[in-house]
């Protein structure tokens, strides 16, 4: 993997095995790019599509997204922000943006959402080498296409914003991970779960909280607010570039 071979902030395990049953284990951190944007993280919302480098990735009827749905998102990462010490700022250059959101018919009737990983890494005559990573966010405009239409705080369409948001963080569905108790593995615990309780979040819960603070927070990976070098983990496999990260 190109991306072991620059020193890359990976997410990696606590140990906890609370929190690492929301951790995306491998995932570079935005903390890692390089040359290093500090702790600015940019967003933006497409008008034409875009995704990862990837030969299986195609866009069947693309469309921005709405009002409604660019509010929620704004409101996710300004809520973000005093989780995780980043700095989102919504950017008009989608193109270069760090996470780019638009709709379009994802395959599958049970598929809401999905978020695509990207990461573009070169070395440079003079050995500067250079990390750029890219997240792709889709939300579904047919069978998912009315749920989604008016994500207000308290709605099925909040939360999985929520949820794709999480993702770009460096979480992981605990339907992936399996390691999260079966009493706890519910909406009530973590956003990350597929299994709802009787309220739709508006906010992260106990455990996003709790593995966004350790992820960034609390880590190596910002203790220096991105300025200092980060060392790697070698051990550590990264997802591969293109891949997606999560269905819903
Ligand atoms: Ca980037
Ligand atoms: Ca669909
Ligand atoms: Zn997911």
């Known amino acids: 993997m190109a991306a072991n071979s620059n020193s890359v902030a990976v997410a990696q395990a606590s140990g906890n095995v609370l929190i690492d049953s929301v951790v995306y284990v491998g995932l570079p951190l935005w903390t890692s790019e390089s040359p290093s944007s500090g702790l600015t993280v940019t967003y933006g919302f497409m008008t034409t599509p875009l995704g990862p480098n990837d030969a299986d990735f195609t866009v069947v009827d693309f469309a921005p997204l709405n009002l409604t749905q660019q509010a929620a998102v704004r409101l996710v990462y300004g809520t973000s922000q005093s989780l995780t010490g980043l700095n989102f700022v919504e950017t008009a250059d989608v193109a270069s943006a760090d996470i780019a959101f638009g709709t379009m018919d994802l395959d599958g009737p049970g598929t809401m959402a999905s978020t695509y990983y990207d990461e573009v890494t070169w070395t440079a005559a003079d050995g500067v080498k250079t990390l750029d990573l890219k ?33 770009t963080l460096g979480l992981d569905d605990t339907a992936y991970t399996r390691s999260l108790p079966a009493l706890l593995d519910n909406t009530d615990f973590t956003v990350m779960s597929y299994t709802e309780t009787d309220t739709y979040k508006a906010n992260f819960s106990v455990l996003d909280v709790a593995a966004l603070h350790y992820l960034y927070a609390d880590s190596g990976s910002i203790r220096a607010f991105g300025l200092t070098p980060v060392a790697s983990w070698p051990g550590t496999a990264s997802p591969l570039a293109g891949s997606v990260l999560a269905a819903v």
């Open 135 to 167: 997240e792709y966010v889709y939300f579904d405009n047919a069978e998912w296409g009315a749920t989604l239409a008016n994500p207000v705080p308290g709605s099925l369409g909040y939360e999985t914003i929520l949820h794709e948001a999480g993702h």
